[in-house]
T-cell receptor, first 114, second 114 residues
Framework: NAGVMQNPRHLVRRRGQEARLRCSPM?????VYWYRQLPEEGLKFMVY????????ESGMPKERFSAEFPKEGPSILRIQQVVRGDSAAYFC????????????FGPGTRLTVT | SQQGEEDPQALSIQEGENATMNCSYK?????LQWYRQNSGRGLVHLIL?????REKHSGRLRVTLDTSKKSSSLLITASRAADTASYFC??????????????FGKGTSLLVTP
């Protein structure tokens, strides 16, 4: 049973470009979460999705960031017009359910904005 | 907002010694989870302890939870160099603006020297 897959593992973008980060949850998991980790910091929640639905995006910046989890295919975190402050590690996690279920994390995508 | 706070921020021990890390949180929780992160890698789920549990074991790991003090500890016995990593606690609060998000602390950086 493959774990949570994320790609790319490393992504370099120039300021103003778009970044697309992909996440495939563990088999059988329909709950996906995106977190951001700044250097020397813990993870900060961004968004929680189920198939075709955004359930909670309270941690997502209001502008330039969007997320989707289509019926077919991976979840996508999209950052438009990236700025240097977007440089971070972005982690995706999946779970079987919500409260009291373990969240399993992918290896992360390290975004560097130059 | 981040709820879990780990203590100490950094810990250096020799192989064979025990390592104890503590986590404090602010509001009531459904469960608390511990994760390990090796440098530049994703998070590995270690153990989940529910709010009605006081102690849990998994191999060389022992986790305690004291809901009256809003604190948890992670004990790694007979440490090995391979245990070198950052350790995070993450809480699943019962009441939150982000009802489905895990709240992470900044982590304890553990160094185990041969």
């Amino acid at each position: 049973n493959a774990g949570v897959m994320q790609n790319p593992r490393h992504l370099v973008r120039r300021r103003g470009q778009e970044a697309r980060l992909r996440c495939s949850p563990m088999k059988g998991h329909s709950h996906v979460y995106w977190y951001r980790q700044l250097p020397e910091e813990g993870l900060k929640f961004m968004v929680y999705l189920q198939k075709e639905n955004i359930i909670d995006e309270s941690g997502m910046p209001k502008e330039r960031f969007s997320a989707e989890f289509p019926k077919e295919g991976p979840s996508i975190l999209r950052i438009q017009q990236v700025v240097r402050g977007d440089s971070a590690a972005y982690f995706c996690a999946s779970s079987l359910g919500t409260a009291s279920y373990e969240q399993y994390f992918g290896p992360g995508t390290r975004l560097t904005v130059t | 907002s981040q709820q879990g706070e780990e203590d100490p921020q950094a810990l250096s021990i020799q192989e064979g010694e025990n390592a104890t890390m503590n986590c404090s949180y602010k509001t009531s929780i459904n469960n608390l989870q511990w994760y390990r992160q090796n440098s530049g890698r994703g998070l590995v789920h270690l153990i989940l302890i529910r709010s009605n549990e006081r102690e849990k074991h998994s191999g060389r790991l022992r986790v305690t939870l004291d809901t009256s003090k809003k604190s948890s500890s992670l004990l790694i016995t007979a440490s090995r160099a391979a245990d070198t990593a950052s350790y995070f606690c993450a809480t699943d609060p019962t009441v939150s603006n982000s009802g489905y998000a895990l709240n992470f602390g900044k982590g304890t950086s553990l160094l185990v020297t041969p």
